[in-house]
């Protein structure tokens, strides 16, 4: 399996794949809401925002990750890991895992401080992320579920309060996301 961290190419494959692993766990609506949201964060993210962390195997795209900037008023440098999909026959052999460590690795290579994501706290509390209240570092939007807001850092230290509001990129500027 090769693991590639990028910032532009393979749009329409990653699309599809986000498209059909959401379709099958979340059914044929998630999935067209997913694979709208990545090609608008592939379409409309500028380069400095957004890294793309792919799985490949044979040839094809086999998982995703994307991490785009995460804007803190008066706060460190800060990026959202999300959406994440890896194939469904693919699922459980780690490969999620594998881009997330991938993908947080390079972000700490260009001064990444801190990364977020919103999601199941048992599944990315393996990589190290870790439940963050809104009276630390706020999310960009109002959150259904407040128990999904994660974050780690990558400097060393703790999460510490951050006064003020975050700003995500405009592709997750909108409250169906959250």
């Known amino acids: 399996m090769d693991i590639t961290v990028h910032r532009t190419g393979i749009n329409e494959a990653i699309i599809n794949l986000f ?14 809401v997913i694979g709208g949201l990545v090609h608008d964060l592939l379409t409309t993210t500028a380069e400095e925002d957004i890294y793309c962390v792919t799985a490949t195997e044979d040839g094809e795209v086999v998982g995703c990750i994307i991490f785009t900037r995460l804007t803190l008023t008066d706060g460190p440098v800060a990026f959202l890991m999300a959406p994440v999909a890896v194939l469904t026959g693919c699922q459980g052999k780690g490969t999620g895992q594998m881009l997330i460590r991938s993908g947080l690795e390079k972000l700490k290579e260009h001064g990444v401080e801190l990364v977020f994501t919103y999601g199941d706290p048992d599944f990315y509390g393996k990589t190290g992320f870790r439940p963050v209240s809104e009276d630390v ?18 400097a060393g230290t703790g999460i510490r309060p951050v006064a003020g509001r975050s700003y995500c990129v405009e592709a997750f500027n909108k409250a169906v996301y959250w």
Request: aromatic share 10%; proline share 6%.
């Open 137 to 154: 570092v706020r999310a960009p939007l109002k959150l259904t579920y407040p128990e999904g807001w994660l974050g780690q850092s990558l």
């Open 19 to 32: 498209t059909r692993t959401f379709a099958d766990s979340e059914g044929e609506a998630e999935g067209q």
